[in-house]
């Protein structure tokens, strides 16, 4: 079984910076595809960035030029580098993690941007 558990949301000032962090645990031997979602309210849940093992990057056009998404395969992990935020960005993050045919999600965590 996989445990996917996302850290690092909070509270931001427009303008301002937060690194989200997921860790995969379990019995794990190689991850294909890892990413961040997200949702807002009242809003359907929409990719904001994707890497896949050999380290190819796909992000969101809303988030091009202000996030950077990076993985360490030693620790099954993924972060995402959140610069630049704005009021649009508040929405809860949810982790994914690709392993032994199944996307394994996070419980997500609660990015807020006030404006």
């Known amino acids: 079984q996989v445990q996917v558990v996302e850290s690092g949301g909070g509270l931001v000032q427009a303008g301002g910076s937060l690194r989200l962090s997921c860790v995969a645990s379990?019995?794990?031997?190689?991850?294909?595809?890892m990413g961040w979602y997200r949702q807002a309210p009242g809003n359907q849940r929409e990719l904001v960035a994707r890497?896949?093992?050999?380290?190819?990057?796909n992000y969101a056009d809303s988030v091009k030029g202000r996030c950077t998404i990076s993985r360490d395969n030693v620790k099954n992990t993924v972060f995402l580098q959140m610069n630049s935020l704005k009021p649009e960005d508040t929405a809860v993050y949810y982790c994914?993690?690709?392993?032994?045919?199944?996307?394994?999600w996070g419980q997500g965590t609660q990015v807020t941007v006030p404006s």
């Open positions: 890497i896949s093992s050999a380290g190819l990057r």
């Open positions: 379990g019995n794990i031997l190689s991850i294909r595809d």
């Open positions: 994914y993690v690709d392993y032994g045919g199944l996307r394994h």
